[in-house]
């Protein structure tokens, strides 16, 4: 059975750090694109950023961009989100999700939802003093 778990979510002050991790079971993910969202109470749930199977390639949403860094360690079947700076909007449930192999990159770095075939529980991360 395919299982992704997020882990890592906490609460921390605004310009804190965390880093989540996303691991896998029942399959490995050497093969698959993984994208990291997040949904705050109220709102859709939207890309946060995205690392192709090979970890070549990433992509981050303006709202992450020189905060957030992704990375994947295939050894371990785990990809991390590294999130620096945290400000009070970052503030809401983070999910890992793996898109299918054989996905096409191009069209998976734009982060819908719909695009990712296979989801974690979520992890929760406050930002707050």
């Known amino acids: 059975q395919l299982q992704l778990v997020e882990s890592g979510g906490g609460l921390v002050q605004p310009g804190g750090s965390l880093r989540l991790s996303c691991a896998a079971s029942?399959?490995?993910?050497?093969?698959?694109?993984i994208g990291w969202f997040r949904q705050a109470p109220g709102k859709e749930r939207e890309g946060v950023s995205c690392?192709?199977?090979?970890?070549?390639?990433?992509n981050h949403a303006d709202s992450a961009k020189g905060r957030f860094t992704i990375s994947r360690d295939n050894a371990k079947n785990t990809v991390y989100l590294q999130m620096n700076s945290l400000k009070p909007e970052d503030t809401a449930v983070y999910y890992c999700?793996?898109?299918?192999?054989?996905?096409?990159?191009?069209?998976?770095?734009?982060?819908?939802?719909?695009?990712?075939?296979?989801w974690g529980q979520g992890t929760q991360v406050t930002v707050s003093s």
């Open positions: 029942g399959f490995t993910l050497d093969y698959y694109t």
């Open positions: 690392i192709s199977s090979s970890g070549s390639s990433t």
């Open positions: 999700a793996a898109a299918a192999p054989g996905s096409n990159w191009w069209a998976i770095r734009k982060m819908g939802p719909k695009s990712f075939d296979y």
